[in-house]
């Protein structure tokens, strides 16, 4: 809202902040999600997908999909801890639902959505993990 009360419409830089270019957008979304954890080991898969519902003409319409992975590997008194992340979306892309690049689950040191955000993605860490002697 703006000093006045309006709805804005745009971000300090002139970018909608909706699809529709009004002050909301519509939409209905469908879910379908599934992990695995491996008990054994630590490792994990997860996958989502996700399906916009246009059940009227000016709702949004798009489909996103997102997997992560990760993979510890023992290295003596160290885990090697191996991360991975990745999403795409396909059809409409209100700039709320883009994937952000940053904050302390990203890029650390950066703010969520500090170092970018976008249609796709590809993100891979890695940490070497000990437990301190104290």
């Known amino acids: 809202m703006d000093s006045h009360g309006q709805p804005l419409l745009t971000d300090v830089y002139g970018a909608p902040l909706t699809f529709s270019g009004k002050h909301s957008d519509c939409m209905m979304l469908g879910v379908l999600s599934g992990s695995y954890s491996s008990p054994a080991d630590g490792s994990q898969l997860g996958i989502s997908l996700e399906q916009a519902l246009p ?46 690049l940053g904050g302390t689950n990203s890029v650390r040191g950066y703010a969520e959505g500090g170092v970018g955000s976008g249609r796709h993605f590809i993100e891979g860490t890695a940490e070497l993990r000990w437990v301190a002697p104290w």
């Open 55 to 100: 059940l009227h003409s000016s709702w949004l319409n798009f489909n996103r999909l997102r997997v992560r992975a990760e993979q510890p590997v023992p290295l003596g008194p160290f885990t090697l801890n191996l991360r991975g992340k990745a999403g795409s979306v396909y059809g409409d892309l209100p700039p709320y639902e883009a994937f952000p």
